[in-house]
């Protein structure tokens, strides 16, 4: 609360996330409470013209969520937004990786420093672009380690990696006083082993010693023996005007082991079609490389969520495995 979200005595705070969810439990009830700082609950659902009805009635400063709720603050456009600009001191976001266009749209047309956190339920937050702390932040960067925290990136064989290795993001324990998650009650814990507790996210530490998010494990996408991030090219489609959400992940090809597959939700003012299809995917080859962009496009209207709003991709992964089996 202090370093990462960067909680004053003089914030009007609200974190609009659901307390049944740890970020929300965390970081809107015990964590500010702990400061002695009011926090803010609104009983009502969520939609974008309600977000901006409490920030600009209350006055609120520092405002926090997860990245689908800000989307669709984004969605909403630039004209809902100007009611509020510059109302809000900082913005802080978790529960998926932060987008670059949803930063640069908020420093845009809210005024506002937006700033990506990284947290498990098992021990709240670990890596961040802290609001409270003077550092370097970087676009599609998670930030640096948490005060009392030591990370690390780890190959499979548990050694430790430089930069620009991807690998797996883990807690040297021994040295992260601040760490309280031990194991499981009464199971096991394969992720601690070694002296390390294993995040299971893919990361990799940049030269500068923040780390960038990759994805899950079970996530990453192997195409012609590259590596690709659904992050990256999700990043890249909702750049596209035409695009509100967007889902990647990796479907079966005899070929290229895995092919890039995405799943877009469009803004109210587009349709879907071939062409519309062909033009999303030539955006993120231009955007990213050759290997990385969708060779098939499909439009939906909804996507599958967590209650907390993380997109499951698993869930569609698995959906397309049976259908080419079908």
Known sequence: MRDAIGLRPDDIFWNIADPGWAYGLYYAITGPLLLGIATTFNEGAFTAKSTYDVIERLGVTSLAGSPTA?????????????????????????????????????????DAPI?????????????????????????????????????????????????????????????????????????????????????????????????????????????????????????????????????????????????????VILAPAYKGSPELAEELAQHVRKRLSAHAYPREVEFVTELPKTPSGKIQRFLLRKAEVEKRKG
């Open 70 to 110: 800000f989307r669709l603050l984004l969605a909403e456009g630039p004209d809902a937004a100007a009611r509020i600009k510059g109302r809000l001191r900082v913005v802080s976001s978790a529960g998926e990786p932060l987008n670059p266009e949803v930063i640069r749209w908020f420093d845009a047309h809210l």
């Open 115 to 263: 700033h990506d956190h990284y947290g498990q339920t098992e021990n709240g937050m670990m890596v961040n672009n802290h609001h409270g702390l003077a550092h370097p932040v970087r676009a599609g960067s998670a930030g640096f380690a948490m005060p009392g925290y030591r990370m690390v990136v780890l190959d499979e064989a548990g050694n430790e990696l430089g930069p620009n290795q991807p690998g797996i993001l883990a807690v040297d324990i021994a040295n992260s006083p601040l760490r309280w998650f031990g194991g499981y009650h009464q199971a096991e814990t394969p992720a601690i082993s070694g002296g390390y507790y294993r995040t299971g996210d893919t990361v990799e530490y940049d030269p500068d010693g923040s780390v960038s998010f990759i994805g899950r494990a079970d996530d990453v996408i192997t195409s012609s023996g590259y590596r690709i991030g659904p992050f990256d090219v999700e990043s890249a489609l909702i750049e596209h005007p035409a695009v509100t959400e967007a889902a990647v992940v990796g479907v079966p090809d005899p070929q290229r082991t895995e092919i890039v597959k995405a799943f």
